[in-house]
């Protein structure tokens, strides 16, 4: 069980990590519309929902919701989403799955995936293709 997931969780860092490093740096100011983050927001927003949702629903640790300011350049960006996933990759590798955990696990992919597909929006709003999708 723990192969499948830590396979899963894998295919989305890569993917994650793909379309972050497709926007090039100058651009991770961009929002398609002033009522939504810009890139670099978006992706911030997806690195430390994964470190949340890791701590609140796989862990059961409960933690508030307190995402601290966003800053940092493209690299910068990208090193925290890699850490966050390289955290929940611990997680899976050293806790005893039970329902409650899977739950979890999949709640975050869900939310990775959710907030990753407007990434890719913005990516194609700007005339760049994503990289792709791999499962």
Known sequence: ???QLLSTLENSRKYTLGVADKM???LYN???TDAVWDFRELLHHIAYGIDWWNE???KATETAWEPPAVKGEKMEIIANLDKAYESL???ICNLQLN??????FNATL???THHRGQAVLYLRCKGITPPE???
């Open 89 to 91: 990759k611990g997680t």
């Open 99 to 104: 329902d409650k955990a899977m739950l979890g």
């Open 133 to 135: 999708y791999t499962y």
């Open 24 to 26: 090039p740096g100058n």
């Open 110 to 112: 869900d939310h990775i």
């Open 56 to 58: 609140n629903y796989i």
């Open 30 to 32: 961009f929002k398609p």
């Open 1 to 3: 069980m723990k192969e």
